[in-house]
């Protein structure tokens, strides 16, 4: 991923075009009960131009922190629609277990590439990449030995800046402020392998992706943006990991007109609801 991408790739990111739920009548109303028809007032235009704002400096930060490689997009496969049975379950075992709490142990096929590729995008777009030893876990399990070396300092400086962590809410240890949760989770819609050989794979793997903060008066309420990245993978020490990734907008579906959950109701719903171990 280049550093002067003209495209806004990043984990975290998205267009200037994301869309953003803004209270509706008098102020003080919670920021999550509005819905997307209510027209927003001045001091709500503020706030629009500043959650925009944010997400554009943490597209430029995760793109620079993650750059690497080319910006062409990857190859779209044979063009064939997919069979009924594409995502059905194989009887395969996934992944024989666990490492740093990230599944691993992959089979050595394309099916095993792509539920590496899905998991290890969940655990690149989690909360966790913001505390550093997490971090440190994280990026070592996932990338292949150079590349984690090569990109633990570049994440180190993006996760830990002080600027950075503000923009978006956190604290300089990047924990949320008191009375707010942070959410950044990755949630895989679908994967296709386009290229696949004995040692190496590509996997596209399209997601929805909620980040932001669910607290009273927040600047920066959960939002949901659509991407998909493309994932180039080496099969090293037994298992694949990342070399590469490219990210690119959408699809994006047509969002339903429906009344935002509250600040409460967002927070209870991300600590209640785990993750899963994603498996093609």
């Given at each position: 991923?280049?550093?002067?991408?003209?495209?806004?790739?990043?984990l975290?990111?998205?267009?200037?075009?994301?869309?953003?739920?803004?209270?509706e009548?008098?102020?003080?109303?919670?920021v999550y009960?509005?819905?997307?028809?209510?027209?927003?007032?001045?001091?709500?235009?503020?706030?629009?131009?500043?959650?925009?704002?944010v997400?554009?400096l943490?597209?430029?930060a995760?793109?620079?922190a993650?750059?690497?490689?080319?910006?062409?997009?990857?190859?779209?496969?044979?063009?064939?629609?997919?069979?009924?049975?594409?995502t059905?379950?194989?009887?395969?075992?996934?992944?024989?277990?666990?490492?740093?709490?990230?599944?691993?142990?992959?089979?050595?096929?394309?099916?095993?590439?792509?539920?590496?590729?899905?998991?290890?995008?969940?655990?690149?777009g989690?909360?966790?990449?913001?505390?550093?030893?997490?971090?440190?876990?994280?990026?070592?399990?996932?990338?292949?030995?150079?590349?984690?070396?090569?990109?633990?300092?570049?994440?180190?400086?993006v996760?830990?800046?002080?600027?950075?962590l503000?923009?978006?809410?956190?604290s300089?240890?990047?924990?949320?402020?008191?009375?707010?949760?942070?959410?950044?989770?990755i949630?895989?819609?679908?994967?296709?392998?386009?290229?696949?050989s004995?040692?190496?794979?590509?996997?596209e793997?399209?997601?929805?992706?909620?980040?932001?903060?669910?607290?009273?008066?927040?600047?920066n309420?959960?939002?949901?943006?659509?991407?998909?990245?493309?994932?180039?993978?080496?099969?090293?020490?037994?298992?694949?990991?990342v070399?590469?990734?490219r990210?690119?907008?959408?699809?994006?579906?047509?969002?339903?007109?429906?009344?935002?959950?509250?600040?409460?109701?967002?927070?209870?719903?991300?600590?209640?609801?785990?993750?899963?171990?994603?498996?093609?």
């Open positions: 991923m280049s550093p002067d991408d003209d495209r806004n790739d990043g975290f990111g998205g267009s200037g075009e994301t869309r953003t739920r803004l209270p009548g008098e102020g003080g109303d919670d009960g509005a819905r997307r028809s209510t027209r927003p007032g001045r001091g709500s235009s503020r706030s629009l131009v500043t959650v925009v704002g997400v554009v943490l597209i430029a995760i793109a620079f993650n750059r690497g490689g080319d910006d062409s997009s990857s190859a779209d496969g044979d063009g064939k629609k997919p069979d009924a049975s594409s059905a379950a194989t009887g395969e075992k996934p992944v024989r277990g666990k490492n740093g709490g990230i599944p691993s142990g992959y089979a050595h096929d394309e099916q095993g590439a792509q539920s590496a590729a899905a998991n290890y995008a969940v655990a690149l989690s909360a966790d990449m913001f505390s550093k030893d997490l971090r440190h876990g994280i990026v070592t399990t996932v990338y292949t030995p150079e590349q984690a070396t090569k990109r633990q300092a570049d994440l180190d400086r996760y830990s800046g002080e600027k950075f503000s923009s978006i809410g956190l300089n240890d990047g924990s949320a402020p008191k009375g707010t949760t942070f959410v950044s989770r949630i895989p819609v679908g994967t296709k392998t386009t290229k696949f004995v040692d190496s794979a590509t996997v793997i399209w997601y929805s992706s909620l980040f932001g903060l669910a607290g009273e008066n927040t600047k309420p959960v939002s949901e943006s659509w991407f998909t990245n493309s994932y180039e993978l080496r099969w090293v020490g037994g298992d694949w990991k070399s590469d990734f990210q690119k907008d959408g699809p994006v579906p047509v969002g339903r007109d429906q009344r935002a959950s509250t600040a409460d109701d967002m927070a209870k719903a991300v600590e209640q609801f785990g993750g899963f171990t994603y498996a093609r």
